[in-house]
């Protein structure tokens, strides 16, 4: 399994972007909504976020303790770019900005 099991891309058209990761990816998307886009290919998942940030891709590393996870990124260094939050299904998402600016998110599933 990858490291960074999720990449999540900020689109301005949604359904202009739709197209151009179909063909990327070989896949139709798994999940579809007018808030995300989600596909799921070889493992990877590649997400769409309408009206996203432009600092481009954002990629998830899914972890067992979002909290520990979270603590340690800023502990080293990282700032809080965004809380953690309930996004649905069970799953909570937080991310940090590494000491450069990129971002880096986690995802806590509970089953």
């Known amino acids: 399994m990858a ?6 891309f900020p689109v301005q058209d949604v359904e202009k972007a739709k197209p151009v990761y179909t063909a990327l990816l070989g896949v139709a998307p798994s999940v579809e909504s007018p ?3 989600g596909y799921d290919a070889e493992g990877q998942h590649v997400g769409l976020v309408p009206n996203g940030s432009t600092n481009g891709p954002a990629c998830y590393r899914h972890v067992e303790d979002l909290s520990a996870g979270l603590a340690a990124l800023v502990e080293a260094g990282a700032s809080i770019a965004q809380e953690p939050k309930e996004v649905g299904n069970g799953r909570t998402v937080a991310s940090v900005l590494d000491v450069d600016g990129n971002e880096i998110g986690l995802i806590q ?3």
Do not use: A, H, K, P
């Open 3 to 8: 490291i960074l099991q999720t990449v999540l």
């Open 109 to 111: 599933d509970r089953g």
């Open 35 to 37: 808030y995300y886009v």
